[in-house]
């Protein structure tokens, strides 16, 4: 079955001790990306790859850190987490295709999610 | 002004009614269009894609207009099953933009 596979689904943890989210997708999807969901907010892009070794930030990549070193994972690591970090992420993968036209038309395939609480 | 705007509702709405919904955007490099449907604390999940000539899918109904710069979606008949939050998606020209709206918070009552 094609999925992305986060976990855990719930971590709860306390500030400044380090923590990696895990998640592996099995469709060869060359871009993944990560979000956190906070209320009235919507989903916010941190980090993003289109492919191995290649990472960019998005739009609220402070405090976060992701590698990817193979095609399949996309760890998120915080590195010294803290309250303002307590929110619901996803992670997401996509086809790229070659060509504008395939990306525009790949819809973003998400992983269930895991929701932080950093106290 | 948001690049995606999606009133948060809540809208709420008898059985079988028909309910329709927008999202405006600012970018008008924006490519490609889709409307996901979140349930509460899940994943959100791809409920269709929105093309240019706009496109149905059972009761489901997308449409795109370019020149205002909005999608909107259209349920007809709606279920209680159709109670959920409907998140716009919106991409641009190039890999890396993908900007969601919000949401629209969908009520169906018995």
């Known amino acids: 079955e094609a999925q992305v596979t986060q976990n855990p689904r719930y971590l709860i943890t306390v500030t400044g001790k380090k923590l990696t989210v895990t998640c592996s997708q099995n469709?060869?999807?060359?871009?993944m990306s990560w979000y956190r969901q906070d209320p009235g907010l919507g989903l916010r892009q941190i980090y993003y790859?289109?492919?191995?070794?290649?990472?960019d930030k998005g739009d609220v990549p402070e405090g976060y850190k992701v590698s990817r070193k193979e095609k399949r994972n996309f760890p998120l690591i915080l590195e010294s987490p803290s309250p303002n970090q307590t929110s619901l992420y996803f992670c997401?993968?996509?086809?790229?295709?070659?060509?504008?036209?395939?990306?525009?038309?790949?819809?973003?395939?998400f992983g269930n999610g895991t929701r932080l609480t950093v106290t | 002004r948001k690049e995606v705007e999606q009133d948060p509702g809540p809208f709420n709405v008898p059985e079988g009614a028909t309910v329709a919904f927008n999202c405006t955007y600012s970018?008008?490099?924006?490519?490609?269009f889709f409307w996901y449907r979140q349930d509460c604390r899940k994943e959100p999940k791809l409920l269709m894609s929105?093309?240019?000539s706009g496109n149905e899918d059972g009761r489901f109904t997308a449409q795109l207009n370019r020149a205002s710069q909005y999608i909107s979606l259209l349920i007809r008949d709606s279920k209680l099953s159709d109670s959920a939050t409907y998140l716009c998606v919106v991409k641009a020209g190039g890999y890396q933009k993908v900007t969601f709206g919000t949401g629209t918070k969908l009520q169906v009552i018995p």
């Open positions: 997401a993968s996509s086809s790229t295709g070659t060509g504008n036209s395939r990306w525009d038309n790949s819809p973003l395939h």
């Open positions: 970018n008008s490099a924006s490519q490609s």
């Open positions: 469709m060869n999807h060359e871009y």
């Open positions: 929105v093309y240019s």
């Open positions: 790859s289109m492919n191995v070794e290649v990472t």
